[in-house]
């Protein structure tokens, strides 16, 4: 259950009071299903959905990336890129591009600019590495991921 600190709030007490049967009713509609928007909901239960068995795919695949690409393109575009970017900045270094003495992979990312100069020089940084690409798209058919593909 999520619950709302509001002893530093700027809102008075009885304003946030007064909302908190909307917050009720959009809750249950959410953890329903009944909300608007309904049909994209699959992060809702997705961290209790995980087993470690898909836990042990995805280190088996990172671990096989690391052994074998000294560089790995993230194709993505919107939440795909910006999800993928978000977590691996959280969990990284912010400096490991500098600093990496070939330890890990360099990351770089694809299809949240298809401009021509980028994909370019894009395309000839890579022709002397090896390199993985990690390819997200939610529906499989955004145009910016598949042109960076």
């Known amino acids: 259950m999520i619950r709302l600190e509001t002893t530093k709030a700027l809102v008075s007490a009885e304003k946030v009071a007064a909302l ?50 000294d560089t790995v393109v993230v194709a993505g575009i919107g939440g795909s890129y910006l999800g993928a970017r978000a977590v691996i900045e959280a969990l990284g270094n912010s ?15 694809a ?10 020089e894009l395309t000839t940084y890579l022709k002397d590495k090896k390199f993985g690409l990690i390819n997200i798209s939610k529906s499989g058919t955004t145009t910016e991921t598949a042109l960076a593909f």
């Open 20 to 69: 908190e049967s909307k917050v009720a009713e959009a809750q249950q509609a959410l953890e329903n299903g009944t909300c608007a928007g309904n049909d994209f909901l699959g992060w809702l239960h997705l961290p209790s959905s995980i087993t470690p068995e898909f836990l042990n795919e995805v280190q088996a695949c990172a671990d096989v990336m690391r052994a074998n690409c």
């Open 111 to 120: 299809g949240n600019n298809i401009g021509e100069d980028y994909l370019y």
């Open 95 to 109: 400096f490991a591009w500098l600093t990496n003495k070939g330890e890990n992979p360099n990351i770089l990312f």
